[in-house]
């Protein structure tokens, strides 16, 4: 078969497929018509949400930021009324950031502000003395995809259950901790919190054992540094 005959076979071939595709867009042009329709409304609906995620996101991120600056407020000098902007006592201080965090941990809890939020709430209902709804927000706050963020709150958990006597879980979290570290709490950090967590319960010889592990690991770092000052004694 020559180059001309091929060239034509190839030619006719082109036109009958898009023949073929005309009559059939023009039999079905009902189905067609539908389905254009859809799409486009999909892609309108898709815009409409990323649109809305992203307002919703800065507005979070606004009432985030109002709560933690209220969170890190001044506190009065002892004995002087609180003025405008400081708190009289660290109580105070907390419940009004706490209110605000709650406020968002509600409102935009789907956000990753909102788990923020969640974890911040947990933080402040610890210092207000709350335990129980502590240990409820920073549950929350820790089932967060953010490794940097899970992480903070479990290391919060921890404190929290070795101030309530359940050691057992607190171990447990600082050794997950250890083997799944983040930006927001390296693995020494956590060996450092689980020594000492040793050293009070009377576990003096896993203590040192934790603390030569992190000067080991850490010869240059504070942490390496504050292992050594333990292993001292100082």
Known sequence: MDTNTRHSLKQNAIAQATANSMNWVSGHRSSVQRWTIIAVAVLAVGGALLGFSA??????????????????????????????????????RAKAANQQFTAVADKYGWLSEGKKAHYFAGVTYEDLGNNSAAETELKTAASSWDRNLSNLAKLALAGLYHQTNRDSQAI??????????SDTVPAVEAQLDLADLYAATGRQSDAMALWAKVKDSDKEGPAGSLAAQKLAGK
């Open 55 to 92: 307002w919703s996101s800065s507005n979070a991120q606004t009432a985030l930021n109002a709560a933690l600056d209220v969170y890190s407020a001044p506190l009065a000098a002892p004995g002087a009324p609180a003025t405008d902007g400081a708190y009289a006592t660290n109580a105070d």
């Open 172 to 181: 447990d979290l600082f050794n997950a901790l250890a083997a799944k570290p």
